[in-house]
């Protein structure tokens, strides 16, 4: 999540294809700032600068709901949803709750390298489960589970990000779905379902979450605002069984702060009542599938053969595989010193050797033009040092 | 934290002498209102609906660090100061990078209960040392470190409320405090000083922080708004040795999230950059300083004599003592009855039975006429009880 290699070029500026920013032309400032007007200048302006209740704020959790209802096709009610402090709380929190330190998480290879971070910290023995271009492979599943059984450990917790994955862009197709959630049932672990690009959908259909699929039961799934609406807000929601939500109130640091962000959250209920977040989606749709289109055609004009990449059909990333023998990490360098921004594999690995051979595009700040150049150049180097 | 008993009358309102929430009717709105049109409508709109840069919005640190120096005469950097989203994310984040799970916390007794149940949340093991008036006893603490370290155990922290203590509203000495900073030298602990009441003091000198004593070294000291501006914002600040600030700026919840609460911090950063934040704080003090008046007053005229309570110079809080036949629980729920709300004592201890005889009192959020009402309701229901 730094921010170096977004803006450091002189002149020149470094071509972004690292980290998954939102565009920062598409920020809808003046809709926010109307938004914000409409809070401090209302009868709630004290409410929202207050301690807010454990389970955020009442006038968001209500828009949410009926999102999550509309879209998801699932039957919740407001007690089966809870504001967060963006999906890093969610994440963090879960873990804590869900499992003790020295415990195991069954997590995707690769999966989101800040996720590994957090789950480290708090002492957690991450188990990886491998995947193929339709997502994690629920028998390779199963048989980590059996081997984790077979020490006599329990796994707790599935952390997937089923949907436009990062940083592959792969999404878990529905039977998988469904054979991951009847695994959960029989092995008694809670799926987390990191769900913060599904709004980013460059097709019509998109499988259901697994909290749909499910119910709403043995899901804890993760929707946050700083894709499609900005991060710097700070802002997400968890949909869980009601008492499970209670069980993520009764937290203490829920407890000490109160409500997630009750100033920004009444912001950004006002925001979303004005019937200004559709729209604004269905732009961010059509500007990154317009991006993710010159990113594919590029890679298809200008790739050696040797390389294979993702077809996302949503969301930021297009993962790339290089031949056993070139290193992400050296290229990554040598891009840079070209003016080209990259993210290594190794991150996104438990094992980071691993992802030694891999590296992962971002469409979503670039410009259309700056994709084209940057691939291109990409391109290129990769050519040099081809065998 | 939670927001019950604040406002659940029907047609009288309960009057609120239970949590510590400033005075709703304190919050500076209208300049609120003004500082975040000038993030909006300005150049740094973006960057501040971004993701930030983890150690924080950098115009709010220049803010803090030119008032840590100026108020604590702390000759620190930029460098030793980092934005935290309240003092939550601060506490929980200390507890997770500078002790293990299993490890042990020093706190005082009584202590800040949701403190206690974020450090339980991290499977932290709690050791309590006495206080008296003056605040907690060194010698009491170096008898339980010795001990600590005879069943061969190391404490990682001391957690430590100096000035104007939640929940007995006590100021530890300054010669306490250079004694405390020398057993922290001595057994190799960190201070975590939550300092979030010394901006609300009522007295011309305050004992210097801890960070103010050390020179900085040995400190992790915590700061915040939601005393002093709105609690609405979650913000607050960290200052520590550089190499400390890098270490939490490497957690892996600020790599997952950047910089804490970034369009928040922009607008509080141009708050104060306005001039408006230090005429506020002597706003606060005056007023806050005028209902300590008004609660010891009333606790003078109204209470029997088997009562005792502590004499704030700051902050929130006054603490009362009851004969040991009589249940707090009891007068809690009776006092409720009758339209009071307080905390009982038993939640502040890591014993909970310690508190069976204590009452914790607010000033901040009820009025005058209010907290003399509520006192004279006590008083009288402390006298039906009395032998």
Same mark, same amino acid.
């Given at each position: 999540m730094t921010l170096s290699g977004l803006s450091q070029g002189i002149g020149e500026r470094i071509i972004p294809l $690292? *980290? @998954?920013? +939102?565009? +920062?032309?598409? /920020?809808p400032t003046r809709e926010l700032r109307e938004a914000t007007l409409r809070v401090l200048d209302g009868p709630r302006a004290g409410l929202a600068l207050q301690y807010g209740a454990e389970q955020g704020t009442q006038s968001l959790i209500e828009v949410l709901v009926e999102k999550v209802r509309r879209e998801h096709g699932l039957e919740l009610t407001a007690a089966q949803l809870m504001i967060v402090a963006g999906s890093t709380h969610a994440v963090d929190m879960l873990a804590r709750l869900y499992a003790r330190p020295g415990g195991v998480v069954l997590v995707e290879m690769p999966t989101y390298m800040d996720t590994l971070h957090v789950l480290r910290d708090q002492q957690l023995e991450l188990c990886s489960v491998p995947m193929d271009e339709d997502g994690l492979l629920p028998a390779a599943l199963e048989e980590q589970i059996e081997q984790l059984y077979a020490r006599g450990t329990f796994p707790s917790l599935l952390y997937s990000?089923? %949907?436009?994955?990062? +940083? %592959?862009g792969r999404t878990l197709s529905q039977t998988r779905r469904l054979e991951v959630i009847e695994l959960a049932r029989r092995y008694n672990f809670w799926i987390v379902e990191d769900d913060v690009y599904r709004d980013l959908a460059f097709v019509e259909t998109v499988p259901p979450s697994f909290a749909a699929l499910t119910g709403g039961e043995r899901v804890l799934s993760i929707g946050s605002f $700083?894709? %499609? /609406? &900005? +991060?710097? /807000?700070?802002l997400g929601w968890l949909v869980a069984p009601a008492q499970e939500i209670q069980r993520c109130m009764a937290c203490g640091t829920t407890q000490m702060s109160g409500g997630a962000n009750p100033l920004v959250a009444h912001m950004v209920a006002e925001y979303c009542k004005s019937g200004a977040w559709e729209p604004h989606i269905h732009l961010l749709r059509s500007r990154y599938q317009m991006r993710r289109d010159v990113a594919l055609a590029a890679l298809t004009s200008f790739m050696p053969a040797e390389i294979t990449w993702t077809h996302p059909q949503g969301g930021f990333f297009i993962w790339l595989s290089l031949p056993e023998y070139i290193q992400a990490q050296e290229i990554r360098q040598l891009a840079l010193q070209r003016g080209v921004a990259l993210t290594a594999g190794? @991150?996104? *690995?438990?094992? &980071?050797?691993? @992802? &030694?051979?891999h590296l992962r595009l971002t469409y979503?700040?670039? %410009?259309p033009q700056e994709i084209e150049t940057g691939l291109r150049i990409l391109a290129q180097l990769l050519r040099e040092l081809l065998h």
């Open positions: $690292s *980290f @998954g920013h +939102p565009d +920062p032309e598409m /920020l990000i089923p %949907t436009f994955h990062n +940083p %592959t $700083s894709k %499609t /609406l &900005a +991060p710097g /807000l700070r190794e @991150g996104f *690995f438990v094992e &980071a050797a691993r @992802g &030694a051979h979503s700040c670039a %410009t």
